[in-house]
């Protein structure tokens, strides 16, 4: 557990000054919000006795030490949520860049076996976890140890047996109880994580896959896990919420016995004469009032199960390692981009292979159809070639040289790729093209639709190219989204244009009179083509078949 908070508190750094800030505002908080209390009480009684004796008291010190308490504990509390979540914000900011960076240049199958809603757990659910770490544990465990040393030593000067007291049950409260349950909710916790992670599985596998469900029948077992991940998530966040019922009892029972502590052992003090008498209700009401700097306490310590898990889940997704080191290689694009493969062989862990003694050769301006049914390892292949994967036999050279003497980044550059399930994102019709092609002005992007026959569809949008589609292109048809994705892939300056699939969606005219368009506009590009169908398969120099087509 400590190597996992020892990274965190490194990632923590940069935004040390915020976090220090933030704890001191938090700090002065408590401190202004207890001594309102206890001087509010004192400030009664002692005007209650005065006005029963008819002696004199000095009205005006106490009532503005009042006021700035009260003013200093709403600007500490604005201002403690203020900088407390910007310097979140900013460690949202850090964790997501830093995680993203670490998983970007890794392979596909160092990523992780997971499926992609665990995936999205981890980049959503469990970094949630980790920024809000400080808000939810290290400040509240830092201002109640600061702060309530603060007030044991204000009551120590009057009442040293009851400093001890309150010492010992603001340790019982805050940190003895808390820490034995949270003994107990640390599986609790940890279950609470990866159920989460599970039910999100199951919850996207039952949305995506709910036609090919209904048609075979299996929707009510889909419903069923659903149903039972949703019930075991249920069970552990009840089990979790008992516990901090637990705490929270003895939180507010030690808050009452310190009460009462205060009055048996300070009245005695009052009755020798040795304390004024309004010193026993402001002692009385600060040994309660400081409770308030345990109270987050028990929370804190029942969700560090919880955190530790997604630190757990996030760093092992930070630490997958390549299986072969990144080389930095040759930099710059190859004079020719003549793509060669030989003796390829590639199987998906646990599964037969897709292929194995695979050959082909893609010269430069070349046109190639890769040629089979799904599941025959087209699309693996355009991982492969682009190195998110790693074949286990076999070498892919690019220029004469293996693809592997370049790096990663110019080994990208020399294909534009346009995937078989469309790769949309939300933004505009504008936005989603110029990711092919960031600087591509406005001709540009209408020359690219017009060659993908959607420029009379955009034209005809409320705002043209700066028309909103939806996440993942929803507004747009099957057809229309696979278009569109072309028209981005034609965009990006890479030698080596693939289409995966690109009928997908459409009859096969538009298919061909698509793939025509394209072939004529090539101008020098080589052309990798990955289809089960028969459109465009005329006008390729050589059709490569995998699998039982």
């Given amino acids: 557990m400590m190597p996992l908070l ?69 600007g500490g509390r604005y201002g403690e949520r203020l900088i407390g979540h910007e310097a979140t914000f900013r460690l949202i900011a850090r964790l997501r ?155 507010l029972l030690c808050g009452q016995l310190a009460l009462w502590a205060a009055v048996l052992l300070v009245l005695p003090l009052v009755a020798a004469g040795g304390l004024p008498g309004p010193d026993l209700v402001m002692l009385a009401l600060l040994a309660l009032a400081l409770f308030e700097a345990v109270a987050p306490l028990p929370a804190a310590f029942l969700a560090l199960g919880g955190t530790i898990e997604s630190a757990r889940r996030v760093f092992a997704l930070a630490d997958a390692a390549p299986p072969a080191p990144l080389r930095a290689g040759l930099g710059s694009l190859p004079p020719r981009c003549d793509l060669a493969v030989r003796g390829l062989r590639f199987a998906w862990a646990g599964r037969p292979p897709l292929f194995d003694g695979l050959d082909f050769d893609l010269p430069q301006g070349g046109r190639v159809a890769l040629l089979g049914p799904s599941g025959s390892g087209k699309s693996s292949l355009v991982l492969l070639l682009t190195g998110l994967l790693t074949p286990e036999a076999g070498v892919i050279t690019l220029d004469g040289r293996p693809i592997t ?20 994102f939300s933004g505009s019709v504008r936005e989603i093209l110029c990711l092919g092609r960031p600087d591509a002005d406005d001709p540009a992007l209408w020359r690219a639709l017009a060659l993908v026959g959607l420029d009379d569809f955009v034209a005809g949008l409320p705002q043209g190219l700066g028309s909103w ?81």
């Fill in 469 to 549: 589609l939806g996440a993942a292109g929803l507004t747009l048809s099957g057809g229309q989204a696979r278009r569109l994705s072309i028209a981005r892939a034609l965009l990006r300056p890479a030698p080596v244009l693939v289409l995966d699939e690109p009928g997908e969606g459409l009859p096969i005219e538009a298919e061909q009179d698509l793939l025509d368009r394209v072939i004529d506009r090539l101008d020098g590009r080589s052309l990798l083509l990955i289809t089960h169908r028969l459109a465009g398969l005329a006008r390729m120099d050589r059709v490569v078949r995998l699998g039982n087509p």
């Fill in 6 to 74: 020892l990274r965190l508190i490194r990632l923590y750094l940069p935004v040390w000054a915020w976090l220090g800030l933030a704890f001191v505002l938090a700090l002065a908080t408590l401190l202004a919000q207890s001594g309102l209390m206890a001087l509010s009480g004192w400030f009664i009684a002692a005007m209650a006795l005065a006005g029963a004796s008819g002696g004199r008291l000095d009205y005006f010190t106490p009532a503005a030490l009042i006021r700035a308490a009260a003013i200093l504990r709403t």
């Fill in 97 to 251: 860049v830093w995680l993203y960076r670490k998983m970007a240049p890794l392979p596909l199958e160092a990523r992780g076996a997971e499926a992609a809603a665990d995936l999205a757990q981890r980049l959503r659910g469990d970094l949630d976890r980790l920024e809000t770490l400080f808000l939810r544990l290290a400040a509240p465990l830092g201002v109640a140890l600061a702060g309530g040393a603060v007030g044991v030593a204000w009551i120590a000067r009057s009442s040293p047996a009851l400093a001890v007291v309150e010492a010992g049950l603001l340790l019982l409260a805050g940190f003895a109880v808390p820490g034995l349950v949270a003994r107990a909710a640390t599986r609790r916790g940890v279950a609470q994580v990866r159920r989460q992670a599970a039910l999100a599985v199951a919850a996207v596998e039952l949305v995506q896959g709910l036609p090919e469900l209904l048609v075979f029948g299996a929707g009510g077992r889909a419903r069923a896990r659903l149903a039972a991940e949703s019930d075991a998530l249920i069970g552990a966040q009840l089990g979790l919420g008992r516990l901090t019922a637990l705490s929270q009892a003895a939180l």
């Fill in 405 to 424: 003497d370049w790096d990663d980044e110019t080994r990208r550059r020399c294909f534009a790729v346009a995937p078989q399930n469309g790769g949309l």
